[in-house]
């Protein structure tokens, strides 16, 4: 890679601004100041310093967020507040992505990352991860509710994967429930749920794969995996 690419993205500046640092000498590749930001280097091989403090490059970023309501699941917006607005400008890189969408006004776990091929294993239908959600319902959901789930609700004329539906509260006109999708189609909790005559109220994700939510993520907090949730996401 290209001598003004690594450094920018380790976060030094942009091209325009790290081809100064170069031209005034403070970069050095394995321990001589280089002059040209053609220079080619090996992130994994060379040692790259700046101002003699070395440089650690990081090809993928991975965060999990809980997302608040009111924000949208996208990368930038010229209206809405989006989930990458959450980011500090440390953190921020143009590269980042949600993976996968929450709806405006459902909270809880999303992954952000920059690893395009961990995003695709996540959401792809044939790989089956399941995703599962908090909801609470207006109406009470019941066994045959739970049957509907098991055999696969039709949603616009297409058969959903069997979908798992765990009643935890009822009272005499809402319910607490957990749905667990092997899939993400658009709106779909809340669609079954509206297959079987009740409506969503609430909705959160807790959980995708092996990873859950961090139960001290504050709404709107998001932070680093750590490598042992990294490991859990990608089992
Ligand atoms: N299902 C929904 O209906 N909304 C979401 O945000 C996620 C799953």
């Not at 450094?7 to 321990?31: A, D, P």
């Not at 001589?32 to 790259?48: A, L, N, R, Y």
């Not at 999708?181 to 009740?198: D, I, N, P, S, Y």
């Amino acid at each position: 890679m290209r001598l003004d690419k690594f450094l920018s993205e380790v976060g030094l500046g942009s091209r325009k601004e790290v081809k100064q640092l170069i031209k005034k000498g403070q970069v050095k590749v394995n321990q001589v100041v280089v002059k040209s930001d053609k220079t080619q280097v090996d992130p994994e091989k060379d040692q790259i310093a700046f101002l003699d403090a070395p440089l650690i490059y990081q090809e993928f970023y991975y965060y999990v967020l809980n997302k608040p309501a009111g924000v949208i699941s996208a990368t930038s917006d010229p209206v809405h507040r989006t989930v990458l607005d959450l980011f500090s400008s440390e953190d921020y890189r143009t590269d980042l992505f949600p993976v996968g969408r929450l709806d405006k006004d459902t909270e809880g776990l999303l992954i952000i990352t920059n690893d395009g091929e961990l995003g695709h294993q996540l959401l792809s239908p044939k790989k089956h991860v399941e995703k599962e959600y908090f909801a609470e319902i207006s109406g009470i959901m019941d066994q045959a509710d739970q049957e509907k789930f098991e055999v696969g609700i039709i949603l616009a004329g297409e058969k959903m994967l069997p979908a798992k539906l765990m009643i935890d509260e009822v009272t005499a006109v809402t319910s607490k429930v957990r749905i667990i999708l092997q899939e993400g189609k658009f709106h779909q909790v809340k669609r079954m749920v509206k297959a079987c005559g009740k409506e969503v109220t609430y909705l959160k994700r807790i959980r995708m794969g092996q990873l859950t939510l961090p139960v001290d993520l504050k709404k709107g907090q998001y932070r680093a995996l750590t490598d042992e949730e990294l490991v859990k996401l990608k089992e």
